[in-house]
């Protein structure tokens, strides 16, 4: 700010003014006083003449020293006003600007917190498709061991079989030798340690060298394989097993969910609580099989043999019967909902306890309860 200039100020210049003017009252009324007394003494109209001027004189400066002051009285108050308008008006900018100031840094720190929760996601995120990467990379690379395995297993089994095939003759051999039994192990262990492909293309191998099925050669017996094998808890699922000689075979709670058996030969098989769901039975020979607590939902046994079977707690929600024969069947507490009896054979079958629910008889009635 720039010094103020001193004759600006009309309390200077009024007093100034009025200084001059005193200063010429003192400097000449007594001159005046003086050379008038040297001719005569002042007469009281004189006296009168001369003071009552000087009076309205001094009663001006008075006045205009007195209005003055109240001018810059006033000043001083608006001056004051000024201040206070301005120092609110300070303190309200102040404010805002300190208002101003913490909703950005406000601002700023969520803005932060978002940047740091989105690089903490992006880091859970990378941590994840990293982990799940080396799972994938880990879980491929264990597929690949366990194709190399099964691959080594399945050769190693070709191998064997074709020395026995070709050199001891397993196909004539009778099923009490050593020969034959050892050969059936070996079978039984390559389809519990192999995957699904495997397992089809070792009973299709089966099959061809007319060791998965009963039949005569040259007026001899040739024996299957699979006839009696001891396959219990083993994971089957999906296998193809059409026409396959399974009799008297163990598959006591086997996974053979998926699985064909048309036409397949199941005599006498052991298959408590196995799981068939959804397997492909038809026309399969199931004489005497114990399938007591197997899940059969959904199989597909049109024209099946059940003959003497024990499928006590059997579950064959929504299985396909048609035309099967159950005669002399053990049928107590089997779950046959959603079943199709159309046209089997139920002559002597025990049916104690069974649940019927929308379930088609072999007259083509539906039955509930």
């Known amino acids: 700010m720039q010094p103020k200039n001193i004759w600006q100020d009309s309390t200077v210049r009024l007093l ?82 300190e208002a101003t100031l913490a909703q950005q840094r406000e601002q700023a720190q969520a803005a932060l917190a978002q940047q740091r929760q989105y690089h903490e996601e992006t880091l859970q995120q990378h941590q994840f ?6 799972k994938q990379h880990q879980g491929q690379a264990e597929r690949d061991r366990q194709e190399h395995r099964e691959q080594a297993a399945y050769q190693a089994y070709l191998k064997q079989m074709s020395l026995l095939f070709i050199d001891q003759k397993i196909a004539l051999t009778s099923v009490n030798s050593e020969t034959f039994q050892f050969a059936q192990a070996l079978t039984a262990d390559i389809l519990r340690s192999v995957g699904e ?14 060791l998965a099925e009963t039949e005569t050669h040259e007026n001899r017996r040739i024996s299957s394989l699979l006839s009696g094998i001891q396959l219990d808890n083993a994971n089957l699922r999906n296998l193809q097993a059409p026409r396959a000689n399974f009799a008297q075979a163990h598959l006591i709670r086997a996974d053979l969910r998926g699985a064909v058996f048309k036409e397949a030969n199941l005599n006498g098989a052991y298959l408590e609580k196995t799981i068939l769901t959804g397997a492909y039975l038809e026309q399969a020979y199931l004489y005497g099989a114990y399938l007591n607590g197997a899940y059969l939902e959904g199989a597909y046994l049109v024209g099946a043999n059940l003959v003497n079977a024990s499928l006590r707690t059997a579950k064959l929600i929504g ?43 072999p007259n083509g009635t539906v039955r509930d309860g």
Request: proline letters at 2%.
């Open 16 to 97: 100034l003014l009025g200084g001059i003017v005193l200063g010429l009252i003192i400097i000449f009324v007594p001159l005046l006083l003086w050379l008038r007394g040297l001719e005569a003494p002042f007469t009281r109209n004189e006296v009168r003449a001369w003071v009552i001027p000087l009076l309205g004189l001094v009663t001006l400066v008075a006045s205009l020293f007195y209005l003055n002051g109240q001018a810059n009285q006033r000043h001083r108050e608006a001056q004051e006003r000024h201040d206070r308008r301005a120092e609110a008006a300070l303190a309200q900018q102040r404010g805002q600007a």
């Open 129 to 134: 498709h990293a982990e799940a990467d080396r």
């Open 319 to 361: 299985a396909n019967l048609a035309g099967a024969n159950l005669e002399g069947a053990d049928l107590r507490d089997t779950h046959l909902e959603n079943a199709n009896l159309r046209g089997a054979t139920l002559d002597e079958t025990y049916l104690v306890d069974a649940v019927f629910r929308n379930t088609t008889m």
């Open 197 to 210: 492909m495997r397992r089809n293309q070792i009973i299709f191998l089966l099959r061809s060298l007319t």
